[in-house]
Nanobody, 114 residues
Framework: QVQLVESGGGLVQPGGSLRLSCAASGDHFSIYAMGWYRQAPGKQRELVATIASPGSTNYADSVKGRFTISRDNGKNTVDLQMNSLKPEDTAVYYC????????WGQGTQVTVSS
């Protein structure tokens, strides 16, 4: 079992930045990939970014060049630095871990609005 706890969401103006963090506990030694998905109202959950051991990353086209995912294996955390935020980035952001079962965090709201 893996437990994931997210933090860092909130309200930000367009063009602003936020940093999301996700901390894993439990059987975190089995985790081989972590990342973030998001779900906007009325839309399906979509992949935002992933990072796998030993550090390869993958991003949705809509966030490339604006978002950066990073992982600290020593602290069992995965962060998502979000810059140049747009209103269309508004969503609930979910951390996930593949270990190999997929585990999900509770979600954190990100709202981009003036």
């Amino acid at each position: 079992q893996v437990q994931l706890v997210e933090s860092g969401g909130g309200l930000v103006q367009p063009g602003g930045s936020l940093r999301l963090s996700c901390a894993a506990s439990g059987d975190h030694f089995s985790i081989y990939a972590m990342g973030w998905y998001r779900q906007a109202p009325g839309k399906q959950r979509e992949l935002v970014a992933t990072i796998a051991s030993p550090g390869s990353t993958n991003y949705a086209d809509s966030v490339k060049g604006r978002f950066t995912i990073s992982r600290d294996n020593g602290k069992n955390t995965v962060d998502l630095q979000m810059n140049s935020l747009k209103p269309e980035d508004t969503a609930v952001y979910y951390c996930y871990a593949a270990a190999p079962l997929t585990y999900w965090g509770q979600g954190t709201q990100v709202t981009v609005s003036s």
